[in-house]
């Protein structure tokens, strides 16, 4: 590809994903929320104004990055300009078309990660396979391995469960792994490790294979926020029935709550409706009646995350042999990951790390899939 058609690429490519994340749609949205950080009551419910701050920085993880995708693409265009002049020369062209490159590509991959729970942390567990001190050597070397990635890449690793192994190595581990998409980078490391080497544990040198899990779940914060829309709320009263009593005969203490409620997943619209006739007191009946109707809400809202959990769960390989997703093969300076044919002789990289592009050739391949 020539110069000119590299550029040409690489502005349609930053065109699209300006479409696609709706950087003029984030950045109105950006700008009301940081309006709203101005009120001086702004800090007087402080659950509420975390909860904004939270939201304008998830926003700006995807301006922030492709104002960097921009203003590459316009020192692009600036160094086309002196190119052309005769004042640059192609080296300095072709590394500005290679810094560009790069800056689309880290986005165009990050877009991969629009999955509710890829912003997640990482709970991250491994455990040794059949097969001894050589299985549990070989998971506290695929602990490392995780420990040094997260590194890498400026994430908080915290160890909150490991057994040792006997002798060497350990028999299990978890570990919580903190960061911006943690868990949807990782996601992609949920399966059987198979390690093939001639042991250290093996006094006739034999070369052995050697197997270990790992499973990646999302750690997702347990508080849910009920929040009732009182736009979509009204209210009937009407008398109570009963046995008589001249308050149940005479007043309209019953309350009939309608509640016009949009599901925030799937944008279905069902009205729920709840009646309350606990007391003679019309004000508690409509109190009694909004607790009824949070607890709705809560029960929804997390009937939908344990069928999130679900689906993780169910998209996770069984722990058995057969059902490795990477093989590490010492000896042969081999490294190859089943699903994506992604290999690199690049062993002890990988080890140290350095597993960034098969998460990136997984993601790419099985992104949508989730």
């Not at 606990?278 to 997390?302: G, V």
Request: hydrophobic share 35%; net charge negative.
């Amino acid at each position: 590809m020539t110069i000119p058609e590299t550029i040409k690429d690489l502005d349609q490519r930053k065109d699209t994903l300006k479409k696609f994340l709706d950087i003029d749609n984030l950045l109105i949205k950006i700008a009301e929320e940081e309006k709203k950080t101005e009120a001086a009551d702004f800090w007087n419910d402080p659950k509420e104004a975390k909860k904004v701050m939270l939201e304008i920085k998830s926003k700006k993880i995807w301006t922030t990055a492709y104002k960097a995708v921009s203003d590459s693409c316009d020192d692009m265009h600036v160094m086309s300009e002196f190119f052309e002049m005769g004042e640059a020369t192609e080296e300095e062209m072709l590394n500005q078309l290679d810094t560009t490159t790069k800056l689309i590509e880290e986005l165009e991959f990050k877009n991969m990660l629009r999955g509710d729970s890829d912003r997640f942390d990482a709970v991250l567990s491994i455990n040794a396979g059949a097969g001894g001190v050589e299985a549990q050597d070989w998971a506290e070397m695929l602990m490392r391995m995780y420990i040094r990635y997260a590194e890498r890449n400026n994430y908080k690793v915290a160890i909150s469960n490991s057994l040792d192994g006997d002798g060497a190595g350990i028999k299990s581990v978890t570990m919580q792994i903190e960061g911006e998409f943690a868990y949807g980078y990782l996601k992609s490391e949920t399966g059987v490790h198979r390690l093939v080497r001639v042991s250290p544990f093996n006094a006739q040198g034999k070369r052995m294979t050697s197997f270990a899990s790992v499973s990646v779940t999302p750690l997702v914060d347990d508080t849910i926020e009920v929040v009732v829309d009182q736009s979509r709320l009204s209210w009937d009263t009407f008398r109570s029935g009963g046995a008589g009593g001249q308050n149940v005969n005479k007043v309209e203490s019953g309350v009939r709550l309608r509640y016009q409620y949009k599901d925030p997943y799937t944008g279905e619209e069902e009205e729920i409706l709840i009646e309350n006739t606990e007391t003679r007191d019309q004000p508690k009946n409509k109190e009694n009646a909004l607790r009824l109707l949070r607890s709705q809400l809560y029960d929804r809202e997390m009937k939908h995350r344990m069928e999130e959990q679900a689906k993780i769960k169910a998209s996770q390989k069984k722990i058995e042999w057969g059902s490795q997703i990477r093989s590490y093969v010492m000896d042969d300076r081999r490294v190859k990951d089943h699903r994506t044919n992604y290999q690199t002789g690049d062993v002890t990289g990988v080890m140290d790390g350095k597993i960034d592009e098969f998460i990136k050739a997984y993601l790419m391949q099985f992104g949508a899939e989730g």
